[in-house]
């Protein structure tokens, strides 16, 4: 499958498989992981997310990715926030790996990224979007 996948940084759009990285400075994360499960050949995102999804996976390993861009209808069906992060391709979902806790893993994330970041804790499932501010939420 192709995608046209946007880079909300620079506006540039390139048509890619989903075997390729979403962006060429941060190979670890594929179009195939973070387009929005429904289906849809449109993929934007922000490039402060595949940088911080590549050094996460620099520091973990393997990582696999939940959730990342979502269209309207697909993050309604899911139960997303009516505002979320995944609509505009600035967040990611990513399961915690194993053999690390869920607090582990958002604290480490949380020392990296800082302030400028939204964090998520879900049970066995990490949200973390590059919001621009400080937000976080636990729901496990």
Same mark, same amino acid.
């Given at each position: ?28 994360? #594929? ?24 050094? #996460?996976?620099?520091?973990? @390993? ?51 990224? @800082? ?16 919001? @621009? ?8």
């Amino acid at each position: 499958m192709k995608y046209h996948v946007i880079n909300l940084e620079t506006n540039e759009i390139a048509q890619k498989d989903g075997s390729e990285p979403l962006d060429a400075r941060y190979p670890n994360l #594929l179009v195939s992981e973070f387009a929005c499960q429904d289906g849809s050949e449109v993929v934007p995102y922000d490039p402060n997310i595949a940088k911080a999804f590549q050094r #996460l996976r620099n520091i973990f @390993g393997s990582l696999n990715v939940n959730s990342g861009f979502r269209t309207y209808s697909h993050n309604a069906k899911v139960g997303g926030a009516t505002d979320s992060q995944h609509l505009y391709g600035k967040a990611i979902d990513i399961a915690t790996p194993d053999g690390v806790t869920d607090e582990f893993f958002i604290l480490t994330a949380k020392e990296l990224f @800082g302030d400028l970041f939204g964090y998520g804790l879900y049970k066995g499932r990490i949200h973390i979007d590059c919001r @621009g501010y400080y937000k976080y939420w636990s729901m496990k």
